[in-house]
C-alpha cells in the first residue's frame, strides 16, 4: 500500500471523526455568542450579530455566580481530601501484605459499580434528618466516596510500577517508612496523583445528580445543577443562549486543566530509575 | 567498620520452603566476603537479611558485636548497591549522592564536602547535577556506588552490582571495586554468581547451594581443596570432570578403573580410605590433562596415560579444549546430569572437558593418548558428596596465608593512606576512558 495514501486517509479520518466529536462543543459556543431572540428565529450555524451580551447576563444572575463559588469549593475539597486518602490506601494496598486486601479492592469496584441514582433518595432523607442537605459536606462526602474507588484503582497501578528497590535503598540508607515514602515514592508516583487528582476533580465538576438532588438553594448548588434554574429575559423567551454560555463557561477550567498537565499525566518520571 | 557474626541463620518462607538453612559465617572486620552459588541458592536472602530488609526466621545476627535481628535497616547503619541500581530518578546525581546525608541532618557545608570528595574519587564531579536517567550504565553504577560510600557506614554489601554491564565494563569495574575496598578497608559482603567477580574480589569465599552454606575460604582453598562434589564443580570454568570409578586391587597395587582407562591412586589417598564403597568419582580439572606427547618423561611418571576418543575440539589460540564422551553407569550418570543442572549448565551427555597445550595436534574424531596428573585428582564420595582426598592440612596452611596477606595488604594500605589515595586513583582508575561504542 502507498504510503503517501494511507497518511491522506488517516487524516481524513482523523478529520471526520474531530468534526463529528467537535460539532457539538462548536454549536454550543455560537450559540452562546447568539442574540436570545435570535434561536429559533434565525436560520445559521453562526450567529448573525455576535454579542458577549449572554455572558454579561450570566456573570449578572446571583444563581451562577454562586454557582460556580460552590463548583469550585465543593470539587477543589473533595478532590484533596479524596486524592490524599487514596494515596495513602493504594500505597497500601501496592506495598503491604494485610489480611482483606483483596476485599477492599473488590468493595472500591462495586462502589465504583453502584448505580448513583439508587442512592439519591436514602442519601436525601438521611441528609434532611442530620442537618447535610443543601451544604457543602452534603455533596463533598458522597464525591469523595464515589471519587475514591476510582482513584484508589488508578492510584494503585501506579505505586505498582515504582520499583521496590527504590525504598528498600532509602531504607538503607537511613529513612524511616514515612520518610521514604515523601521522599521517593510520592514524588515518583506525581504523574499518578496528578491524574487521580484530574479524574476526581471532572468527576465532581460533571456530576449533575446529587447536585440538583441534595440542595435546595444557593447555598451549595453547583453549575450543573444551577443551569436548569436560569430563565429567560420573559416568560416567552428561552434561556437557551443564556445557558449555552454558563456551558461555556464551566467548560473553560476543563479544558485548561488538561492543557496544564497534559504532559504531566503521559510523562513517566521512573525512567532512569533502574538499569536502561 | 565493624566484623558481621551469623549464627544458625534460618529463613523460611510461608510454605515453610527453607531459603537459607543454617548458616553460620563470620566477616572479620575490613574483609572482602563474596557470597556465591547458582540462582536460588538464597545468597541474595541472605545479604537482604544482612541489611534488615528481609527478616529472619531464626538465628543470631551481630554487627559489630550488637544483635541487629530486630533492628530497622536504618539503625544498622549499612550501606548497599543494588543489582539495578535503585538510584532515585527525580533527583540529580548530587542529591542521589547526598541522600543518605540529607537524611541524617548533615549540615549543608559538610555534605557539598563530602559529595564533591566521592564525585571525585568516582570521577562523576561533571556529572554531578545530571539526572539518573542521562546517564550510562556504567556511570550510574558509580552512582550507586557513591551512595554507598557517602557516609561511614559499617560495612558496604553488594547485590550482584555487575550483572546489568557488558563485559568489558565489568571488567573495569570489578577492578575499581576492589580498588576502593582495599582503599576504604571497610567490611565487604558482595553476592554474585559470576565465577570471576568470586575468584578475583574476594578474600574469602563462601559457596551456598539451597540454601546451606557448603564451603567458606579463600579462593585458592575452594579451588584446590574442595569440600565436596558441588563446591569442585561449581568452581572453575570449564567445571571439573567427575569420572565414576571402581576400585580394582591385584598383586601390583591398587588401581582406579574409570570410562577413559585405569590408572593409580593417587598418594593422598589409601585403599582404606575408599573403604567399601562400590563406586567413587574420581573428580580431575581440565587443565590436569595434556597431549601425552606434549609431557615430558619425569612429568609423564607422575600420571598416567589414557586412551580416549577425542568427539569435538575447541582451539582458542592460548588454549585447545577438547572433549571426550564416556560411558557411566545409569543412575551416575543421573546423578552427574542433576549436579551440571544445578550448577545452570545443563550438560546433556556423559563428557569429559580436557585444555590441553594450543601446540597439541590432537583433532576432531581421532583417538588421542591423553596424560592425566592423577596427583592432583580427587575422589569423592558419590552417595554423599565429600571429598575423600581434602588435605585438611594444606587447607590450614593456605587459609593463614591468605589471611596474612590480607593483613600486609591493609597495612600497606594504612600506611600510605593519605597521600597515596590520591595519586593512586588518578593513575589507575580511570573508569570515564569508555569506549564510545560501548552499548548502555
Redesign the interface.
Known amino acids: 500500500m502507498d504510503t503517501a495514501r494511507s497518511r491522506w486517509l488517516w487524516l481524513i479520518g482523523a478529520l471526520l471523526i474531530l468534526l463529528w466529536t467537535l460539532l457539538p462543543t462548536l454549536w454550543i459556543v455560537s450559540l452562546s455568542f447568539k442574540q436570545p431572540g435570535e434561536v429559533g428565529n434565525v436560520k445559521g450555524f453562526l450567529p448573525k450579530d455576535w454579542t458577549w451580551q449572554n455572558y454579561e447576563t450570566v456573570f449578572d444572575t446571583s444563581i451562577f455566580t454562586s454557582a460556580l463559588i460552590n463548583s469550585i469549593g465543593i470539587s477543589l475539597i473533595a478532590t484533596v481530601i479524596g486524592v490524599t486518602f487514596a494515596t495513602l490506601v493504594a500505597y497500601a494496598i501496592a506495598r503491604l501484605e494485610f489480611p482483606g486486601k483483596r476485599a477492599i479492592l473488590s468493595f472500591a469496584l462495586a462502589i465504583a459499580m453502584f448505580p448513583v441514582v439508587s442512592l439519591v433518595g436514602p442519601l436525601f432523607d438521611l441528609w434532611r434528618n442530620i442537618g447535610l442537605y443543601d451544604t457543602w459536606p452534603g455533596l463533598i462526602i458522597p464525591y469523595i466516596s464515589f471519587a475514591l474507588p476510582l482513584a484508589i484503582w488508578t492510584l494503585s497501578a501506579f505505586f505498582r510500577e515504582i520499583?521496590w528497590?527504590?525504598e528498600?535503598?532509602?531504607?538503607?540508607?537511613?529513612?524511616?517508612t514515612w520518610?521514604a515514602f515523601r521522599k521517593?515514592i510520592v514524588?515518583?508516583a506525581?504523574p499518578g496523583v496528578f491524574t487521580a487528582a484530574i479524574l476526581t476533580f471532572f468527576f465532581c465538576w460533571n456530576d449533575f445528580v446529587f447536585g440538583i438532588s441534595l440542595t435546595s438553594t444557593d447555598n451549595a448548588r453547583p453549575v450543573p445543577a444551577a443551569l436548569a434554574f436560569f430563565t429567560g429575559a420573559s416568560q416567552f423567551e428561552q434561556p437557551t443562549t443564556a445557558i449555552c454560555a454558563a456551558a461555556v463557561v464551566v467548560t473553560i477550567p476543563v479544558v485548561v486543566i488538561v492543557l496544564l498537565f497534559q504532559r504531566r499525566i503521559v510523562a513517566g518520571?521512573?525512567?532512569?530509575?533502574?538499569?536502561? | 567498620m565493624a566484623a558481621i557474626t551469623m549464627k544458625n541463620i534460618v529463613k523460611q518462607y510461608g510454605d515453610g520452603f527453607p531459603a537459607v538453612n543454617d548458616v553460620s559465617l563470620d566477616v572479620q572486620d575490613g574483609e572482602f566476603m563474596i557470597l556465591v552459588g547458582p540462582s536460588g541458592c538464597g545468597k541474595s536472602t541472605l545479604l537482604r537479611m544482612i541489611?534488615?530488609?528481609e527478616d529472619i526466621t531464626s538465628g543470631e545476627m551481630k554487627i559489630a558485636d550488637r544483635v541487629v535481628n530486630k533492628v530497622?535497616?536504618?539503625q544498622r547503619n549499612?550501606?548497599?548497591v543494588?543489582?539495578?541500581?535503585?538510584?532515585?530518578?527525580?533527583l540529580t546525581v548530587f542529591e542521589n549522592i547526598a541522600?543518605?546525608l540529607r537524611?541524617?541532618k548533615k549540615p549543608d557545608e559538610e555534605v557539598r564536602r563530602r559529595v564533591t570528595e566521592t564525585a571525585e574519587l568516582l570521577e562523576l564531579t561533571e556529572h554531578l547535577e545530571r539526572?539518573?536517567?542521562?546517564?550510562s550504565?556504567g556511570q550510574?553504577q558509580r552512582v550507586a556506588m557513591g551512595?554507598a560510600i557517602v557516609?561511614q557506614a559499617d560495612a558496604f554489601l553488594f547485590d550482584e552490582p555487575l550483572s546489568?554491564l557488558d563485559a568489558k565494563l565489568r571488567g573495569q569495574m570489578r577492578a575499581e571495586i576492589s580498588r576502593l575496598q582495599r582503599r576504604l578497608g571497610v567490611t565487604t559482603v558482595y553476592v554474585t554468581h559470576d565465577q570471576t567477580e568470586a575468584m578475583t574480589l574476594g578474600d574469602r569465599v563462601a559457596v551456598l547451594r539451597k540454601g546451606v552454606l557448603q564451603q567458606v575460604g579463600s579462593p585458592r582453598e575452594l579451588y584446590e581443596e574442595p569440600a565436596n562434589l558441588f563446591v569442585a564443580g561449581f568452581i572453575g570454568s570449564p567445571s571439573m570432570n567427575f569420572l565414576p570409578a571402581t576400585l580394582d586391587s591385584s598383586a601390583e597395587g591398587t588401581f582406579l578403573e574409570t570410562p577413559l582407562g585405569r590408572f593409580g591412586l593417587p598418594d593422598k589417598i589409601t585403599a582404606a580410605e575408599i573403604g567399601d564403597r562400590d563406586v567413587v568419582l574420581v573428580g580431575i580439572r581440565p587443565e590436569h590433562f595434556e597431549d601425552a606427547s606434549l609431557v615430558s618423561e619425569e612429568k609423564r611418571a607422575r600420571g598416567t596415560v589414557v586412551q580416549a576418543h577425542v568427539d569435538v575440539t575447541e582451539w582458542l589460540g592460548n588454549e585447545l579444549y577438547a572433549y571426550v564422551p564416556y560411558e557411566a553407569p545409569e543412575d551416575l550418570a543421573a546423578q552427574l546430569r542433576d549436579l551440571s543442572r544445578e550448577l545452570d549448565s545443563d550438560q546433556l551427555r556423559t563428557q569429559a572437558v580436557v585444555a590441553l597445550d594450543p601446540a597439541s595436534m590432537i583433532s576432531e574424531g581421532q583417538e588421542a593418548e591423553l596424560w592425566i596428573d592423577t596427583s592432583r585428582a580427587h575422589i569423592f564420595d558419590p552417595a554423599t558428596g565429600e571429598n575423600l582426598t581434602r588435605d585438611e592440612e594444606r587447607v590450614a596452611a593456605l587459609g593463614r596465608q591468605a589471611e596474612q596477606a590480607r593483613l600486609r595488604q591493609r597495612q600497606a594500605q594504612a600506611g600510605q593512606a593519605p597521600t597515596g589515595q590520591a595519586g593512586n586513583g588518578a593513575t589507575q582508575a580511570k573508569p570515564d576512558q569508555e569506549p564510545p561504542t560501548s552499548p548502555?
Open positions: 520499583p528497590e527504590m528498600q535503598a532509602a531504607q538503607v540508607d537511613g529513612a524511616t520518610q521517593v514524588p515518583l506525581a518520571l521512573t525512567s532512569g530509575a533502574v538499569k536502561g | 541489611v534488615g530488609l530497622a535497616p536504618r549499612l550501606s548497599m543494588f543489582q539495578n541500581y535503585a538510584l532515585y530518578p527525580h541522600f543518605p537524611l541524617a539526572k539518573p536517567a542521562n546517564l550504565g550510574r551512595r557516609r546489568n548502555d
